[in-house]
């Protein structure tokens, strides 16, 4: 990630959970795709490892449905 040293204002990464006014409760996250794509980086497979770590994260954690 040295090389890419630019991405580490986007660190550390966040998952957001809010309630809305209904009571549903909701989660995000940064798609790092997305990042990939604002910094101009290669595929990377820690980008990938990252973004799969996220999804579990909060599949773990919340119901999804």
């Known amino acids: 990630m040295?090389?890419?040293?630019?991405?580490?204002?986007?660190?550390?990464?966040?998952?957001?959970?809010?309630?809305?006014?209904?009571e549903s409760v909701w989660a995000t996250f940064p798609q790092m795709?997305?990042?990939?794509?604002?910094?101009?980086?290669?595929d990377n497979p820690i980008i990938i490892n990252i973004q799969t770590l996220l999804e579990g994260l909060v599949t773990?954690?919340?119901?999804v449905y």
Do not use: F, G, N
């Open 33 to 42: 795709q997305q990042l990939v794509t604002d910094y101009e980086m290669d």
């Open 60 to 63: 773990k954690t919340v119901y």
């Open 2 to 22: 040295i090389e890419y040293s630019s991405i580490s204002i986007k660190l550390p990464l966040k998952i957001s959970v809010w309630k809305d006014i209904k």
